[in-house]
C-alpha cells in the first residue's frame, strides 16, 4: 500500500479553495514548491529566560536544514517554558507542572490546525521534555524529539576556595548556599560559585530530571539512540539536529507514527533506563503522563516492580561521582 506523504496538508493547501491558504504563506516566503511538499513542524521551546533551552532556535534551523534536504518543507513553531531552578522558593514555582500541560497543548494545537504531515520537537528543561512527547502521543503523526543537551560543568576562578577543584553544576550551588549560611565561606567565594557554575547553553549538569526524561526517552524510542547524549554546546549537537530533520522526512515517507513504535514494553525499557542511571523519581510522574497520551496502560506499580530487578549501573550526579557530560 503506497503511503501519502500530505495525507494532512493536501487537504489544507491543495486545490482552487485552498488558495486563500497558499497566498498567506506565500506572503512569509513560502513558494509553490514548498507547499507541494511534506509539512513538518518544528516546535520548540526557545525562551530568554534560561540557559536549558538557550540553543534551540540554532538547532531548529539544523533541523529545517535537514528537513528541505529530504525534500520536506519545515515549519517553525515556538512556546513557553518555566525554569524549575529559577523559580524555586517562590510563587513562580506552582507554575511549573502547569506549563508541561500547556506546552503540550499548544504543540498540539497548531499541528492540528496546520495540519502539519510529521513533527520534530526539541526540548531543554524539565517540564518540556514530557510536554513535547506527550504531544507526540496525542497527535500520532510522524515524528520524534530531539533534547537539546545537557549543560558543560562549571569551574571556579578563585584558587584555593573549596569549590575550586570540582567541576560544578546546579547542585554545587545550593551546596555552596548552604556553606555560606553556616559561615565555611565567604560571600566572594560564594559569588564565585554563582558567577562560574553554569558556563553556557543546556539544561543542569547530573542525572536531574532533564537529563533522567532525555535518558528514558531514548530508550522508550521516540528519540533516536545518541542524539540526546549529546552535549548542548557539543558540534555534534547540531548534526544530530541535522539528522532528525532528515529522518522525519523519512518517517513521513514511511507512514511511521509514534504509536506504531512506543508501546507498553517501550514504557518498561525507559522505566528501567532511568532506574539503571540512578534517575530522577520526577520519572514517575511524566512517564505516566506520557503513557496515558499514548494510550498505554502504565500504573505506579509498574515503577517499584521494574526498580526490584533492575541494578544501579551508572555513578552520576546529584548521588554519585559524575556529571552529565563527564566531558565534551
Known amino acids: ?57 540554532e538547532l531548529a534551523a539544523r533541523v529545517a536544514d535537514g528537513v528541505r534536504a529530504a525534500g520536506g518543507t519545515p515549519l517553525e513553531v515556538n512556546t513557553i517554558a518555566i525554569n524549575d531552578g529559577i523559580t524555586t522558593g517562590t510563587e ?41 512527547v506527550m504531544a507526540l502521543g496525542r497527535l500520532n503523526i510522524p515524528g520524534l524529539m530531539l533534547y537539546s543537551g545537557s549543560i558543560a560543568a562549571g569551574h571556579c576562578a578563585r584558587i584555593g ?16 548556599l548552604g556553606a555560606y549560611n553556616a559561615g565555611r565561606i565567604s560571600a566572594e567565594e560564594l559569588k564565585d560559585v554563582e558567577d562560574n557554575a553554569c558556563p553556557g547553553a543546556g539544561a543542569c549538569g547530573g542525572q536531574f530530571t532533564a537529563n533522567t ?8 524510542g521516540i528519540s533516536p539512540m545518541g542524539a540526546n547524549d549529546t552535549p548542548a ?39 528501567a533506563g532511568v532506574m539503571a542511571t540512578g534517575g530522577s523519581t520526577n520519572a514517575v510522574l511524566h512517564l ?25 549501573l551508572a555513578d552520576m550526579r546529584p548521588w554519585g561521582t559524575y556529571t552529565s557530560p563527564h566531558k565534551l
Open 1 to 57: 500500500m503506497s503511503i501519502d506523504p500530505r495525507k494532512n496538508s493536501r487537504a489544507l493547501l491543495d486545490g482552487p479553495d485552498r488558495v486563500v491558504a497558499r497566498a498567506m504563506m506565500k506572503a512569509v516566503g513560502f513558494t509553490d514548491e514548498s507547499l507541494a511538499r511534506p509539512q513538518i513542524g518544528i516546535a520548540h521551546c526557545w525562551i530568554g529566560t534560561m540557559p536549558c533551552n538557550w540553543n534551540h532556535r
Open 92 to 132: 513562580g514555582m506552582k507554575t511549573s507542572l502547569v506549563s508541561r500541560e500547556v506546552i503540550a497543548d499548544s504543540v498540539e494545537l497548531v499541528a492540528r490546525g496546520h495540519m502539519f504531515d510529521g513533527l520534530v520537537v526539541i526540548s531543554g528543561c524539565d517540564k518540556t521534555i514530557p510536554a513535547m
Open 161 to 176: 576556595s573549596p569549590f575550586a577543584n570540582r567541576k560544578l553544576t546546579i547542585q554545587d550551588i545550593y551546596e555552596a
Open 213 to 220: 526524561m532525555a535518558t528514558a526517552y531514548q530508550m522508550l
Open 233 to 271: 554546546l557539543a558540534p555534534a549537537k547540531t548534526e544530530a539536529a541535522y539528522a532528525c530533520g532528515e529522518l522525519a522526512v523519512d518517517l513521513v515517507r514511511r507512514g511511521c507514527a509514534p504509536r506504531d513504535i512506543v508501546t507498553r514494553r517501550s514504557f518498561e525499557n525507559a522505566i
Open 288 to 312: 505516566l503522563a506520557s503513557a496515558h497520551d499514548f494510550g498505554v496502560d502504565l500504573r505506579i506499580d509498574d515503577f517499584d516492580r521494574i526498580s526490584r530487578r533492575t541494578p544501579v
